[in-house]
């Protein structure tokens, strides 16, 4: 009946599109992967909030002044902060179609990582090793998860980046390999989101608690 | 509206480089001069608070922490704007509604978690009985 007083203005409704409507490959991926960052975001809420609930829950065990070096993660923050503009200079190298520009930065940012990663796993087995491992305590359980769950992230991003590595060696920048790291840029930069999440709750404000 | 865009990108299909976001918006990369000034407002953003912990510059524990949390807040911002790209524009408005949504439920939970859990502490605590008499 409406539908009828629509036609009755004189302007027939049009519910199909005449011009084909070409969506550009990949048009939709970036959202997608966005989509997919914001799921993971929740997940590291749900291990922060554990973090801020079980964090004070000792058992007698280790403190966080015990345990933590902060120059240690002064120096890995460093490396990943400085991967994140490695890897902004890939991009930009990227879109000005320089294909060895894009590698290069992509490898030192893939160093930079491994580096961060290896720091990381450094405290893991200095912690273990004095006995702080994650049933000692609430409060080492919460830790291991949340920081470990962030490093098994920073791993899969390297791997994804060596793979990329060998994608655009092999094929160059084509449009797909562009998505590609521009995805992949997408999840670097927010781990380094969630690291500064991680470095102020977990690291700085355990050594004021 | 999809008619204009469709013409939009047959329009910028002539164009060399082929970019895969012209379905009806242009997706900023940014460029040299802003991934430097992200890079160096973040370094300052981490290097202060690093510098009131390492060298016990506050003493007021409360205050330190607040302060602290509030300089990982800015600089989340800064990475969000300056190397994420964040901006109400991009994917038509998309990204930064799924991020709006993402923040309420990261907010819902975090402090609803915290505050049940504290107050359950609290009540939980064996010096809360004032009096031994209620026990009975």
Redesign the interface.
């Known amino acids: 009946m409406s539908s009828h007083a629509t036609t009755a203005e004189g302007e027939a409704p049009q519910f199909y ?11 939709s ?3 997608g992967f ?2 997919y960052l ?1 799921s993971d ?2 997940i590291f ?2 291990l ?3 973090y ?2 079980l964090g004070g829950n000792f058992a007698a065990g280790p403190s966080p002044e015990h345990l933590f070096n ?1 120059q240690l993660v ?1 120096v890995s ?2 490396a990943l ?1 400085l991967s ?2 490695t890897y ?2 890939a ?2 190298d990227m ?1 000005e ?1 320089k294909k060895t520009g894009t590698l290069v930065w992509l490898v030192i940012t893939g160093i930079l990582g491994a580096v961060f990663l290896g720091l990381t796993l450094y405290e893991f087995y200095h912690m273990i090793h004095e006995g702080a491992v994650p049933q000692r305590s609430a409060f080492l359980s919460a830790f291991f998860v949340l920081v470990g769950t962030h490093a098994l992230h920073v791993t899969f991003g390297i791997l994804w980046l060596v793979t990329l590595l060998v994608q655009i060696g092999a094929k160059g920048l084509i ?1 797909a390999n ?2 590609r790291v ?1 995805c992949l840029s ?1 999840f670097w ?2 781990l ?2 969630i690291w ?2 991680v ?3 977990v690291y ?2 355990g ?3 | 509206m ?2 204009h ?3 939009d ?2 329009a910028s299909g002539t164009h060399a ?7 009806g918006d242009g ?1 900023d ?4 001069r802003t ?2 000034i ?2 160096a407002l ?2 300052i953003l ?1 290097a202060i ?2 510098w ?3 060298g016990d510059v506050i003493a007021d ?1 409360t205050i ?2 607040l302060v ?2 509030g ?2 807040v800015v ?2 911002f800064v ?2 704007v300056y ?2 790209h964040m901006n109400t524009k991009s ?1 038509g408005g ?2 930064m509604m ?2 709006i ?2 923040i309420i ?2 907010v819902i ?2 402090s609803g ?2 505050w049940v ?1 504290f107050h359950l502490n609290t009540n939980m605590m064996p010096g809360h009985i004032m009096n031994p008499a209620d026990l009975i």
């Open positions: 599109e005449l011009v084909p409507h070409h969506h550009a490959p990949h048009g991926t970036q959202i966005w989509i914001m975001c929740l809420a749900s922060f909030a554990i801020g609930v902060l002064a923050t460093g902060l994140s503009i902004g200079f991009m930009l879109d179609g449009p562009k998505i521009q997408m930069h927010f380094d989101v500064i999440g470095f102020t709750v700085l404000m050594m004021l608690r | 999809s008619a865009t469709s013409t990108t047959l480089h082929p970019n895969p976001d012209a379905h997706h990369h940014g460029t040299r991934y430097l992200g890079f973040s370094v981490t608070p690093f009131l912990v390492m524990t330190a922490t602290i949390m300089f990982g600089q989340i990475h969000m190397f994420l994917e998309w990204t799924a991020a949504f993402t439920i990261i939970a975090l978690s915290l859990m």
